[in-house]
């Protein structure tokens, strides 16, 4: 593992694992695609949630004990001593999603957010996996419920980059005038982005695109 790396423990059971360092404060910045997810290797991780494999209960990596602390050299580490061979915290899939929202792990309304970007990030992710149409097909219904809960939290927002995601959402939902309404006073840097999506509104297109 790259010495940057950090080692995490369990909230709940003290299991250790690893995590990238790796993050970007806006997501925007680094968009490859409409809906604002990154190239895997830019994906935010310091914010992210986990489930452990050892006990299988979600954390926050931020919750996570020992965060923030870069543990090499390993002999400066007090006991338990951990191995280096922990594994990588891993990203959570669509069920654990949808778990992680029920369990009300959304306790901050950042958390919340995240935990709904992150649903529709691995929903879409059927669409940028192409052979995955069906599946994403078969989700249709929780994808337009979680857009809707995510657009609601997002609409408290004055930050551009929500209003450009809410101009996405609603591009996805096939509510296209109310795409093009969003998009209205978005800030210069952030005109290529919007000037896609207006090319897509006209296309009538309602699935998630690569950026240029
Ligand atoms: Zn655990």
């Given at each position: 593992m790259p010495d940057s790396d950090i080692l995490l423990r369990c909230p709940h059971c003290g299991a250790y694992a690893w995590a990238l360092t790796l993050f970007t404060d806006n997501i925007f910045s680094a968009a490859r695609w409409s809906d604002g997810k990154p190239d895997a290797s830019m994906l935010p991780e310091e914010n992210g949630i986990t489930r452990c494999y050892e006990c299988h209960t979600f954390y926050w990596l931020k919750d996570a004990l020992n965060f923030g602390?870069?543990?090499?050299?390993?002999s400066e580490y007090i006991f338990p001593e951990p191995s280096g061979k922990e594994p990588y915290t891993e990203d959570l899939d669509i069920p654990s999603l949808v778990e992680a929202i029920e369990q009300g792990l959304g306790n901050t309304v950042d958390r919340k957010k995240h935990l709904r970007i992150r649903?529709?990030?691995?929903?879409?992710?059927?669409?940028?996996?192409?052979?995955?149409?069906?599946?994403?097909?078969?989700?249709k219904d929780l994808f337009s419920t979680n857009l809707q809960a995510l657009d609601i939290l997002l609409?408290?927002?004055?930050?551009?980059?929500?209003?450009?995601?809410?101009?996405?959402?609603?591009?996805?939902?096939?509510?296209?005038?109310?795409?093009?309404?969003?998009?209205?006073?978005?800030?210069?840097?952030?005109?290529?982005?919007?000037?896609?999506?207006?090319?897509?509104?006209q296309k009538k297109s309602q699935v998630v695109q690569e950026l240029y």
């Open positions: 602390e870069i543990i090499f050299p390993m649903l529709w990030w691995a929903l879409n992710d059927l669409i940028r996996q192409r052979e995955q149409v069906d599946a994403f097909l078969h989700h609409r408290a927002s004055h930050e551009p980059e929500d209003r450009l995601m809410r101009a996405e959402i609603a591009r996805e939902t096939g509510e296209f005038d109310h795409c093009l309404e969003l998009l209205v006073e978005i800030p210069e840097k952030f005109q290529r982005i919007s000037d896609q999506l207006k090319v897509f509104v």
